[in-house]
Every structure is written in structure tokens, then in C-alpha cells.
């Protein structure tokens, strides 16, 4: 059954509806939240380098997700504007959204990857809308706006009047590298559209955004050092089990081939295969087989256990550790140690020493 698309009504989008929240930067709540709407075999991967080594072991590699700390700047480089139908691009009309409006710049626009129904019937409900629409659609899905929620902290006490934002407050944006249909794209959903760094393919558009990311953080490098980079890769776990597949299926058959040619007393096999003649020469595959089928599952097991803390940590980030406090202090209360404690907390930092 196709699932349905809400779209909340002009009163809401004039502000009175649901707000989007503050989540954290981190490759397991953005794994989380990918996986919360619908698309499964994704990950998110932190990245300390950009050298082709560290690359070449996350493929295939579907985007790239640059944080950096915004600040009002013009940019010389002209959007793309031939791109409608092509390249999914939705402008940020949501605060605190943009973490999430990245991660789907990279899911939308990656034929590689199993979208599933929400964000399948997402994509073709807004085909054929501008890029201010788009970002709208994004703002009132309420599939999408919770699936971002879900990570805030619980937040029991609530300010009567928020401070608004002045000229001195910080504020960081997220935007996306993607390639789509032989060209490499900047998407930043503060830009009016796409901006194309190169014509690229699969196999090399990570050469070519690697330069990009590095004049950009270059070119911060003197007042600002924190910038954050993530990629977009396929489920490390998935990879994993395919590459152990593939190890057993090999090892398989070098085994029933040894086993061929010590039955017909060494006599060469007719197959047409990559392995090599003579039972020296198998042993010495099968040695480098299960050496490389050793490594993967030790691999696998610290995946697995990797995941498994994110799932922790996005579960304390989640809990709510108000009552807790508020039984703990009650108790202190109870037990007349409170007030000696806050006493001792008002005391001058001399009167301590």
C-alpha cells in the first residue's frame, strides 16, 4: 500500500506547526536517521582524510557530507540552471533542517540506493517542483520531521520566550558533494541551485571533489578550524558478508580442486578458471584466502560492535534523565544531605582550598 505524503496546512507553515530541532553531528545518529526513514544498506562514515587510501576502503562511496561554520559570503561561481529532472535539488526553507536536507541531496539523487516506499513516493510526489516547493515539502513531510525529531534530547523545561539570534551566534550548515549523471554537484540548499565542480564518472568523482572540499577548508583554515566530513557509504556490515561470500565460494573451490588433481595424481584441470596448476600452488592460494577471510571477519566483528555502540549512545541521547535527577535530589532532600551540598556549592573557591 503506498504510503501517504502529509503535507500540513498554511497555518503551520507560517510557523504555528511542529519546529525542527538541533541534532547532533555524529555517523551514528545520521546512520539512525537514514535507516528511521526507510533506506536500508546505507551508513554514514566520519572521514580524517581525503588521501585515496582512506577512500578507496569506504567504496562504493555514494556522496560526501562537508560541515563548516557559515558565514555571509558571495560566491563567483554561477548555479547550474539545466538540471530540473535531473539533479534533486531542494532550497533550505527550514531552520535547524539542513543535516537532514544533505543526507537526502546524497539518497535522492543516488540510483544505487534502495530508497524504500517513504522516500521512493517523496521523490516522485516532488519531481516536477521548483527547488523553494521542494524544500517545503521537506519541511512539512511529517515521516521526514520525525525521523529528525527522534534524536533531540528530551527537553522538559522550556523557556517561556526563546532568545532570538543576533550577529555574534555561531551557526554551522551542512552541504552535499554528489555526482549525478557524469557531473560532480555542490548542492547547498542556501544557493539558488546546484553548482557543478567537473564532469566526472563513478570511478573518479571522488578525485575531483577532494580538491573542492580542501580550497574550501583552506580557505577558512586561518579563523576556523572546526569542520566536520562525512561520507555516504554503502552498510559496511552488507559489504562485509558479500566479501566473506565471495572468500568462502573461492576457498570452496580451490579445496574441490585440490582435492581433483590429487585424485588424478596430478593431472591439469581443463577449466578455464584463474587458479593456478599444481597442488604447491593451490596450497599457497588457499593460505592467502583464508588469511584475507581471517581479516574481513575480524572486520565484520568490529563493525558489529561499532554499530552496536552507536545504538547505545543514540539510546542515551534519547532517554530523558529528568525524573532521575529529580528523584536523586528528593532523596538528598529526604536524607537532609541537599543543603549542606548546596552550602558547600556556594562557597567561595578560596574558602575550599
Known amino acids: 500500500m503506498t504510503s501517504q505524503l502529509h503535507l500540513r496546512t498554511p497555518a503551520e507553515m507560517a510557523g504555528q506547526g511542529e ?7 555524529d555517523p551514528g545518529v545520521f546512520t539512525e536517521l537514514i535507516e528511521n ?3 536500508q544498506g546505507v551508513q ?5 582524510s581525503l588521501d ?3 577512500l578507496s576502503v569506504l567504496r562504493p562511496v555514494y556522496g560526501l557530507i562537508f560541515l563548516f561554520k557559515w558565514k555571509q559570503e558571495k560566491d563567483p561561481r554561477p548555479p547550474e540552471s539545466d538540471y530540473h529532472g535531473k539533479v534533486f535539488f531542494a532550497n533550505q526553507v527550514i531552520n535547524n533542517a539542513c543535516a537532514t536536507q544533505a543526507i537526502l541531496s546524497v539518497l535522492l539523487n543516488c540510483p544505487h540506493i534502495e530508497l524504500g516506499q517513504q522516500l521512493t513516493d517523496f521523490k516522485s510526489f516532488t519531481a516536477d517542483f521548483p527547488p523553494d516547493l521542494k524544500g517545503l515539502a521537506i519541511g512539512n513531510s511529517e515521516s521526514i520531521r520525525q525521523a529528525h525529531n527522534s534524536f533531540s534530547p528530551p527537553q522538559p523545561i522550556v523557556p517561556d520566550e526563546a532568545r532570538s539570534a543576533d550577529k555574534d551566534d555561531e551557526a554551522y550548515h551542512f552541504i ?5 549523471d557524469g557531473a560532480l554537484y555542490e548542492l547547498d540548499g542556501l544557493k539558488p541551485g546546484p553548482i557543478k565542480i567537473a564532469d566526472c564518472t563513478e570511478d573518479d568523482w571522488l578525485d575531483k571533489a577532494v580538491p573542492a572540499i580542501t580550497e574550501r577548508t583552506e580557505r577558512y583554515s586561518k579563523s576556523e578550524i572546526r569542520f566536520n566530513l562525512m561520507a555516504v557509504i554503502k552498510n559496511r556490515k552488507d559489504a562485509y558478508n558479500e566479501d566473506m561470500e565471495a572468500l568462502q565460494k573461492l576457498q570452496d573451490k580451490i579445496q574441490l580442486r585440490m582435492s581433483e588433481e590429487a585424485d588424478s595424481k596430478g593431472a591439469s584441470s581443463m ?6 596448476a599444481g597442488q604447491d600452488a593451490l596450497q599457497q592460494k588457499l593460505h592467502h584466502v583464508q588469511e584475507e577471510l581471517s581479516r574481513v571477519q575480524q572486520q565484520l566483528a568490529q563493525e558489529i560492535e561499532k554499530q552496536q555502540d552507536w545504538h547505545n549512545e543514540n539510546i542515551r541521547r534519547k532517554h530523558n534523565y529528568i525524573p532521575f ?6 532523596i538528598l532532600a529526604d536524607k537532609k544531605l541537599l543543603e549542606p551540598l548546596i552550602q558547600k556549592a556556594r562557597q567561595p573557591k578560596e574558602a575550599l582550598q
Open 44 to 48: 554514514m562514515e566520519e572521514l580524517y
Open 325 to 330: 535527577l529529580f528523584n536523586f535530589l528528593k
Open 37 to 39: 526513514m526507510g533506506v
Open 19 to 25: 519546529s525542527w530541532t538541533t541534532i547532533e553531528s
Open 176 to 180: 552535499s558533494y554528489v555526482p549525478v
Open 52 to 54: 585515496r587510501e582512506t
Open 271 to 276: 577449466d578455464t578458471d584463474d587458479l593456478p
